[in-house]
C-alpha cells in the first residue's frame, strides 16, 4: 500500500483504538486482514505486536498507559489493574516500579497470563474505581495485591506507610481485606500494619522500633503527644520511653538542610530540655550501618534516666491532635 494511503488508513484505525492500542480482531472488522496484521507486525512493519491478538499502531515503545490498555484488552471480562501499576495510578510513589501489569477478572474466566499482562482470576472480584478512564481495584485491594508480591521487607514498609499516610488505604480495611483474600505473602503485610498500629510512619521508625526491642528496653510509644503537667504541648516524639521520660528521635541531615527545618529542630530540643526529658537523636542511616553502637547509646541514656527522678510530662490522649514542631 502507498505511503499517503497508509496515513489515511492508520488515521481511521486511531481512532478505532485506545491510545493507539487495538484487537487484531477488531483490526479486521475494518478492512485489515490477518496477513497484513502479521505482516506489519513483523521487522520493518508499522505496528508492533504487544501481546497475543493485541496490536500497537506504531513501532515504539509501548507507553505505560498504552500497555494498561493492551492487558485490559488482552484479559477481557472487565478486567480490572490492580498491584503496583494500579499503585502508580493512585499516586503512590513507594515500592518498586512495576515490571508488569497485574490484572484481576472474575474467577469464572479463564486467561492465561502472557508477556508484561499478569492475569489472576479471583472470587472475590471487586467494584472498579475509575481513574482517568481506567478500572482499577480499589486502592485497599490494589495495594494489598501489589504487596503480596514482594519478598522483601522494605519495599512492604514503604508502599504501605504511604498508602496509610496519604489516606488512601485503613490499617482496619488493610487488615480486613488480608482476612477475606488469599492467605498467600501476607505475614509481611501483617508485621507491617502491626507495626503501623504502634504510631510507625516511616521505614526508617520501623527500623527504629526493631532497633529498640533489640535493646531490651520497656514498650515503645511511637509519634505520640508529650505534654507538661499543665497540658502545654512539648513534642511528639518518634519514640517515647514513658516509663523514665526518655525521647528518641531520628533525625535526617535532608530535614535540617533547611533553615526553618533546623530552627524547628533546636526549638523542639529546648522545650524537652525545659521538662526535663531526655533525648537521643539518631541519624536514619545508622540504624542499619551501626546497629550496636545505637543499641549502646539507647541503654545508656535509658540508664542515666533511670537514674534521675522522672519529668512531670504524660502522654496526650492519643485521639487528640497536635501540630509537630
Avoid at 101 to 117: D, E, M, Q, W
Wanted: positive net charge; contains cysteine; hydrophobic residues 40%.
Amino acid at each position: 500500500m502507498e505511503r499517503g494511503k497508509w496515513n489515511n488508513v492508520e488515521d481511521e484505525l486511531w481512532q478505532h483504538s485506545r491510545f493507539g492500542v487495538i484487537r487484531a480482531s477488531e483490526l479486521e472488522t475494518l478492512g485489515i486482514g490477518q496477513t497484513t496484521t502479521y505482516r506489519q507486525c513483523q521487522p520493518g512493519g508499522r505496528w508492533r505486536r504487544l501481546l497475543p491478538g493485541i496490536v500497537l499502531l506504531e513501532r515504539s515503545e509501548p507507553t505505560t498507559r498504552q500497555r494498561v490498555e493492551a492487558a485490559l484488552m488482552f484479559a477481557r471480562h472487565g478486567a480490572l489493574v490492580t498491584g503496583l501499576q494500579a499503585a502508580r495510578l493512585y499516586n503512590l510513589r513507594a515500592g518498586p516500579d512495576p515490571e508488569f501489569v497485574h490484572v484481576l477478572i472474575p474467577h469464572k474466566y479463564c486467561v492465561r497470563s502472557s508477556g508484561f499482562a499478569v492475569v489472576e482470576r479471583t472470587v472475590f472480584f471487586p467494584p472498579a474505581f475509575l481513574r482517568d478512564g481506567i478500572p482499577l481495584a480499589p486502592p485497599t485491594r490494589a495495594v494489598l495485591d501489589g504487596v503480596r508480591r514482594l519478598r522483601d521487607l522494605d519495599p512492604v514498609r514503604a508502599l504501605l506507610i504511604e498508602a496509610v499516610q496519604s489516606g488512601l488505604a485503613d490499617p482496619a480495611q488493610l487488615r480486613r481485606e488480608l482476612d477475606t483474600g488469599t492467605k498467600r505473602g501476607t505475614a509481611l503485610p501483617r508485621r507491617v500494619l502491626n507495626e503501623i498500629d504502634m504510631g510507625v510512619r516511616s521505614v526508617a521508625e520501623a527500623d527504629a522500633l526493631e532497633i529498640w526491642h533489640q535493646a531490651g528496653l520497656p514498650t515503645p510509644h511511637c509519634n505520640v503527644v508529650i505534654v507538661d503537667s499543665e497540658g502545654r504541648y512539648v513534642g511528639m516524639p518518634d519514640t517515647w520511653c514513658d516509663e523514665v521520660g526518655l525521647a528518641w528521635e531520628i533525625d535526617s541531615n535532608e530535614f535540617h538542610y533547611s533553615k526553618d527545618a533546623y530552627a524547628k529542630t533546636l526549638a523542639r530540643n529546648s522545650r524537652y530540655a525545659a521538662v526535663g526529658i531526655s533525648l537521643v537523636q539518631t541519624l536514619p542511616s545508622r540504624l542499619r550501618v551501626e546497629p550496636d553502637a545505637v543499641i549502646a547509646e539507647l541503654r545508656a541514656a535509658y540508664s542515666v534516666a533511670l537514674a534521675r527522678p522522672r519529668p512531670p510530662v504524660h502522654m496526650k490522649n492519643s485521639g487528640a491532635t497536635a501540630q509537630r514542631a
